[in-house]
């Protein structure tokens, strides 16, 4: 592998470890890391450059596919229906508590 793709791909690897511990959910955070891990390891001793560039374009692709779960995930986080139906953004003070951020009710 050329060194200009080795270190793509190491890139590549690091933003992918780095987006997937950015999820609040322990199963999902956890989930991510170890899929990130265990496909580069699989792959990890791949010559052919058509390959690689393969699988370098579908990492991308994943790679953005992380960082909308990650986003919607924090929206759902922030976002609370109230029992009438109007949605109300929560702030969070902790990981188990929340305060209203809009109290003008």
Not at 18 to 34: D, G, H, I, M, V
Request: proline share 2%; no cysteine; aromatic share 10%.
């Amino acid at each position: 592998m050329a060194a200009a793709v080795r270190s793509q791909v190491i890139s590549l690897y690091r933003m992918m470890l780095t987006e997937s511990k950015k999820f609040p959910s322990y199963n999902y955070r956890t989930y991510a890391l170890r899929r990130v891990r265990d496909a580069f390891r699989a792959n990890g001793a791949l010559e052919d450059p058509r390959a690689v560039e393969r699988l370098v374009v579908e990492g991308q692709q994943t790679l953005a596919l992380i960082k909308r779960q990650v986003r919607h995930t924090h929206l759902n986080d922030l976002i609370w229906v109230t029992g009438d139906g109007r949605q109300r953004e929560m702030g969070r003070i902790n990981k188990y508590n929340y305060f209203a951020k809009n109290d003008d009710d």
